[in-house]
């Protein structure tokens, strides 16, 4: 089966990379398909994640602004999708102009939209305008108008469901990164705590160091590690400053052998606005890590049940989560057993189970449009 993923680009750090390098890797490897992944103005030869050899790569380049560049995109699609002949189509673009990619090419084959993101990651820093809401309110219009024209629209958490008025709705979640052997596993007794993803609005990495003075201030020697690319924009050293914890908070740039944190970690801990699934969790919980989450949409309530593999604070609740890592940090058993819990409750992701998934609703898309 030939299978086209279309996309902005995967040569980054990012979670759709990451996921698309796990997926596209293994039905190529293991499944036997043969997978095309097409991208946009993707200069970049070196790839942040592993893929699989047997992938192959397309590439259109444009020029100019969106306005300018935009014939001269679809004129690309259709050529790439005319050469390759796909009999099926996946785009993973999270912008509006994915939503119509079937309308833009004419729909030569079953076509699936992937959606990474929340709608949420439309709400943005500040107070919102009434211009900012009618145009926010248009988009949703479009993406719902759009997504209707897809075959199925797959969505990573049912949480993600409620976002979406369509009928062609499915739940397929992300499968995971890594799953080590036992003997690998974090020991839980470093004194880290341990947060990834990009420095950004929908990270809250700002409620994260709110909640971390309080921290700071009964166990100075804990310190907290955040992985992601840095962003002065998001004042993060400036606050760390203010808020007098320089000393125990740590900023790095992405790092290839993320694995190795999680293994050093004790805790770790997500301080998202929103998300789409929350990858890094399921990656943590791999490594034996219970995990302190806002309850925000969508994703954590999905893989965390709370009390038993982690804690869940209400979305926005920065003492609850101070008082939730402090819990984990002074009651050693419990960050033991929850560790030990979460481990097993990730194996529901693991990448055979989720290509599975992705297999079988390929194949029955093929049958049923072929009738």
């Not at 992985?227 to 760390?240: H, P, Q, R, V």
């Not at 301080?271 to 969790?281: K, N």
Request: proline share 4%; charged share 25%; with cysteine.
């Amino acid at each position: 089966m030939k299978l086209l993923y279309i996309t902005n680009r995967v040569s980054g750090p990012g979670g759709l990379e990451r996921v698309l390098s796990i997926k596209a890797s293994y039905l190529a490897e293991h499944l036997g398909y043969e997978v095309h992944i097409l991208t946009l103005n993707q200069r970049e030869v070196n790839l942040f994640y592993d893929f699989s050899p047997k992938i192959k790569y397309h590439n259109i380049n444009t020029a100019g602004n969106s306005f300018k560049s935009f014939p001269s995109y679809v004129k690309g699609l259709k050529q790439v999708v005319k050469d390759i002949k796909p009999d099926i189509i996946s785009v993973c673009d999270d912008g509006l102009k994915g939503f119509f990619v079937p309308l833009l090419i004419g729909k030569p084959c079953p076509m699936i939209y992937e959606r990474h993101v929340s709608k949420n990651v439309e709400v943005k820093k500040g107070k919102k305008s009434i211009s900012s809401t009618i145009i926010t309110a248009l988009k949703y219009r479009l993406m719902n108008f759009g997504g209707k024209s897809y075959n199925y629209f797959v969505v990573l958490t049912n949480g993600n469901t409620k976002e979406w008025s369509l009928k062609n709705l499915k739940v397929i979640p992300n499968p995971l990164s890594f799953y080590p052997e036992e003997e690998q596993i974090s020991n839980l007794m470093q004194k880290k705590v341990l947060a990834v993803g990009k420095q950004s609005y929908q990270k809250g990495y700002d409620r994260l160091l709110k909640a971390w003075e309080t921290v700071a201030k009964k166990h100075r020697d804990w310190t907290l590690d955040i992985y992601g690319t840095i962003s002065k924009n998001e004042g993060l050293d400036n606050l760390a400053n203010q808020l007098n914890i320089s000393e125990n908070v740590n900023f790095y740039e992405p790092v290839k052998n993320i694995a190795e944190k999680y293994q050093e970690a004790s805790i770790y801990v997500m301080s998202s606005r929103y998300e789409g699934f929350g990858m890094v969790l399921t990656e943590a919980m791999a490594y034996g890590v219970p995990c302190v989450s806002f309850d925000c949409p969508y994703g954590p309530s999905d893989i965390i049940t709370d009390q038993q593999n982690g804690l869940l604070i209400e979305n926005g609740d920065i003492d609850g989560l101070s008082e939730a890592i402090i819990s984990l940090i002074e009651e050693e058993n419990t960050r033991v057993i929850m560790g030990q819990n979460a481990r097993k409750a990730i194996q529901r992701y693991f990448p055979e189970k989720i290509a599975a998934e992705w297999d079988e609703l390929f194949t029955n898309l093929i049958h049923s449009t072929s009738k």
